[in-house]
């Protein structure tokens, strides 16, 4: 089981670019840096590695725009964990975000956002294992 593709969130906070490191000796096809705060030193590696970015309304502007965006995914989690926030899976924020980031309307950052995740789950190969409607939904953007 361990060759079988999938898409990994990885959390480096503290230790990005010892992360960084491991992704690229470890050739992990599928890794998502879960609230990157690595530097841009950092950044470019990970892209290097191929990794994609998760990004939330809560992260900086500036970190966030050193983030090439077809490499850029939101956050689903986020703000799981605030007192009265909103629902996990709202993303509306983030993507208001990166429109201003990217300069684009919201409505081209979230077909952006969701092509990325179609070229990250067909590159890595776990567009196969994904659910069938998730599947069907990124195959026919």
């Known amino acids: ?10 959390h480096s906070s503290g230790a990005a670019a010892e ?10 096809r599928g890794a ?19 990794a994609y970015f998760s990004v939330n309304a809560a992260m900086s502007p ?3 725009s050193m983030f090439p965006p077809e490499r850029v995914l939101c956050e689903t989690d986020f703000p799981a964990r605030r007192i009265g926030a909103r629902q996990p899976a709202d993303v509306q924020s983030a993507e208001r975000m990166l429109s201003q980031i990217w ?3 919201v409505a081209e950052v979230r077909a952006k956002t969701w092509w990325n995740l ?8 776990a567009i196969e294992r994904l659910p069938s409607q998730v599947a069907d939904t ?3 953007l």
Request: with cysteine; hydrophobic share 40%; net charge negative.
């Open 1 to 10: 089981m361990s060759d079988e593709p999938v898409l990994v969130s990885v």
């Open 19 to 28: 992360v960084v490191e491991c992704l690229c000796e470890a050739d992990v």
């Open 32 to 50: 998502i840096l879960h609230w990157f705060n690595g530097d841009s030193d950092d950044t470019m590696r990970a892209v290097d590695s191929g």
């Open 62 to 64: 500036d970190r966030v």
């Open 103 to 105: 300069n684009k309307t």
């Open 118 to 125: 179609r070229n990250l789950s067909e590159s890595s190969g």
């Open 138 to 140: 990124l195959l026919y």
